[in-house]
């Protein structure tokens, strides 16, 4: 039986290059927007469905997240590649770019099967590993990688040596396809919880110092400088220093930013929220000042999840003992929708930018946009407040979710993708 759905009024985002239209209107068959605007209006009268009231409501393209984590994506208790393609794509996500370290490194070809779903609208994209094993000494093989359908290379939470990414950028199997590597110098961060300030001397934190970012990130501009031709990405700058360097440099690199440092700064970790040391570490209020400003002025390109789910065991270990990272596809929007369009007057395009259109271009997508006959669509309501809860339908498995148990304003309430599950309803 087929199901026809008129929203109107409703406000509509078509694509990067559209502005947003304002009490608009939005025809779907099955799932599919086969009408917009007055278009959507004629035929709806002629077909006598009358309009639902939807004026508060974003209809917009999908989300893309161009990098997370899942270390277990077919075995475990914890998150697994069904568990996260169900919450992220009930979250509005379209498309999602794994990180290669898992269970067995994706260093070669064959490990670069079963990720996608038959009959699953959501697009998992997998990175491949810059290096064989991910121990970062020798190169794995870029090209047969790429040939088999790796979105990019990468090198995850820990930069390589300067020699072998000058190395691999001077080969070039990888052609124009991203590179991704993190600015990041484990040894320069040592024990370090959170970026060195007064907060963290105060709270008795170890200190990550700031040169933990930037003198990694001095090597990779330079190579990006001496490597002109190559797409290479810097994943989650941190710290207003790094952006000031991105900002000045002749070639600039691409460059992403977690959605975490953005809403998160050292001033806010107190004791109760221990469990959301992440990598990079989280600093002051002026670098996340400077990391919102350098996203809305086009100097980071990208927002990601860069999701880490942990399990609950994993969770219980003491704080210098955990894995690094949070979970949380469906707390990205609503969590932004405040801080950057509410509280800092951003528009929707703005976001949008910023989590959907810049990540699509950047894994070397077609942007994401609302076609007719097409049901990768979300509709957002930001006003819809809804319990955090971990045993909610098609919310994510992993224990490392911050707020649970805090009412959360702001809801992705439709989205036309088709994802298989068997789970209830």
Request: proline share 7%.
């Amino acid at each position: 039986m087929t199901e026809t759905m008129l929203l109107d009024p409703v406000q509509v985002l078509v694509a990067s290059d559209q502005p947003l239209q304002v009490g608009s209107a939005a025809l779907f068959e099955d799932d599919r927007l086969i009408a917009l605007g007055d278009e959507a209006r004629a035929r709806a009268r002629e077909r006598g469905v009358s309009g639902n009231d939807r004026g508060q409501q974003l209809l917009a393209p999908c989300l893309v997240d161009p990098h997370s984590s899942l270390p277990h994506p077919f075995t475990g208790s914890g998150e697994t590649l069904e568990t996260l393609i169900n919450a992220a794509g009930r979250a509005g996500y379209g498309q999602l770019a794994l990180l290669p370290n898992g269970e067995s490194e994706r260093d070669s070809p064959d490990r670069l099967k079963g990720f996608q779903p038959k009959d699953c609208d959501l697009k998992v994209h997998l990175w491949g590993s810059f290096s064989h094993r991910g121990e970062g000494e020798r190169l794995s093989s870029h090209a047969d990688l790429l040939q088999a359908g790796a979105i990019g290379l990468s090198a995850g939470e820990q930069m390589p040596s300067a020699n072998l990414i000058d190395r691999a950028l001077m080969l070039g199997e990888m052609a124009g396809a991203p590179v991704l590597i993190a600015p990041h110098d484990s040894s320069l961060r040592g024990d370090g919880m959170i970026r060195e300030g007064v907060e963290t001397l105060r709270a008795g934190w170890p200190a990550d110092p700031t040169i933990s970012e930037t003198l990694p990130m001095g090597q990779l501009l330079e190579l990006q400088r001496r490597h002109g031709k190559r797409k290479l990405v810097l994943m989650n700058l941190s710290t207003a220093d790094g952006v000031e360097m991105l900002s000045h440099t002749p070639s600039p690199a691409l460059a992403t930013v977690s959605w975490w440092h953005l809403v998160q700064d050292r001033s806010k970790q107190t004791a109760e929220t221990t469990q959301w040391f992440v990598t990079p570490s989280i600093g002051g209020e002026a670098d996340r000042n400077a990391l919102i400003d350098g996203l809305r002025e086009g100097t980071i390109n990208a927002v990601a999840v860069h999701g880490m789910p942990l399990d609950d065991e994993e969770c219980l270990l003491p704080p210098d003992q955990r894995p690094k990272g949070l979970s949380g596809h469906h707390l990205v929007l609503p969590t932004l929708w405040k801080h950057l369009v509410i509280d800092l007057g951003w528009s929707v395009n703005q976001l949008w930018q910023a989590l959907s259109f810049g990540p699509a271009r950047l894994l070397g997508q077609d942007e994401e946009r609302l076609r007719i006959g097409s049901n990768r669509w979300l509709l957002f309501d930001p006003e819809q407040t809804w319990d955090h809860t971990r045993d909610a339908p098609y919310a994510p498995k992993a224990a490392n979710q911050p707020w649970i148990g805090i009412p959360i304003r702001g809801q992705v309430v439709s989205c036309g993708l088709k994802i298989p599950t068997n789970q209830a309803d």
